[in-house]
Nanobody, 124 residues
Framework: QVQLVESGGGLVQTGGSLRLSCAAS????????MGWFRQAPGKERVFVAA???????YYSDSVKGRFTISRDNAKNTVFLQMNSLKPEDTAVYYC??????????????????WGQGTQVTVSS
């Protein structure tokens, strides 16, 4: 069983930055692929970024060049650095884990574990 706890959300102005963190429990974090998804009010949960257990990274077109996903296996934590934020980035951001040994996916249905979410609001 893996538990995921997100933090770092908040209110920021257009063009600002935030760094989300997702702390994971368990000893096998390094063998998990991790993803970030977001869900805006009234919309489906969509892929944002993912990092595989081999540290390959993937991004949605809407955030490519602005967001960076990374992981620190020693701290069982995955990060999402968000720069040049736009109002359309406003959503609840969820961390998800898939594994062990599974590759990263853009499909939320393929993830085994989820955090509770953290709100990101970008004001115009």
């Amino acid at each position: 069983q893996v538990q995921l706890v997100e933090s770092g959300g908040g209110l920021v102005q257009t063009g600002g930055s935030l760094r989300l963190s997702c702390a994971a429990s368990g000893r096998t974090f390094s063998s998990y692929s991790m993803g970030w998804f977001r869900q805006a009010p009234g919309k489906e949960r969509v892929f944002v970024a993912a990092i595989s257990w081999r540290v390959s990274t993937y991004y949605s077109d809407s955030v490519k060049g602005r967001f960076t996903i990374s992981r620190d296996n020693a701290k069982n934590t995955v990060f999402l650095q968000m720069n040049s934020l736009k109002p359309e980035d406003t959503a609840v951001y969820y961390c998800a884990g898939r594994g062990p040994g599974k590759y990263a996916s853009i499909n939320p249905d393929e993830y085994d574990y989820w955090g509770q979410g953290t709100q990101v609001t970008v004001s115009s």
